[in-house]
């Protein structure tokens, strides 16, 4: 049974930074690329950012690029996003999700199979 499970969400002021995880069992975690959503209040789940299995390609949606670093650790099964100089509109619920499909663009959801359940972001002005 495949589990991804996010943590390090919270209440941040404008300009600060955390760092979410996301931590994954029940796969070969090295075959799957890895990707983040964000799903804010009355708005359409979006693209964050993805990773490949092996770390060798990152992709990154327009909003985030250069505040936003995605990362992973094969060795311990978890993915990594890395939020700096944070605003009030990343205010979402992020969520890390799982594809082993080949093919199809890493920024549309359903090209996912697994999902976490999501963690907190709340970014205050």
């Known amino acids: 049974q495949v589990q991804l499970v996010e943590s390090g969400g919270g209440l941040v002021q404008a300009g600060g930074s955390l760092r979410l995880s996301c931590a994954a069992s029940?796969?070969?975690?090295?075959?799957?690329?890895m990707g983040w959503f964000r799903q804010a209040p009355g708005k359409d789940r979006e693209f964050v950012a993805a990773?490949?299995?092996?770390?060798?390609?990152?992709y990154y949606a327009d909003s985030v690029k250069g505040r936003f670093t995605i990362s992973r650790d094969n060795a311990k099964n978890a993915v990594y996003l890395q939020m700096n100089n944070l605003k009030p509109e990343d205010t979402a619920v992020y969520y890390c999700a799982a594809r082993r499909r080949l093919g199809g663009s890493y920024y549309i959801g359903s090209n996912y199979e697994y999902w976490g359940q999501g963690t907190q972001v709340t970014v205050s002005s």
């Open positions: 029940g796969l070969t975690f090295s075959n799957y690329a």
């Open positions: 990773i490949t299995g092996s770390g060798g390609n990152l």
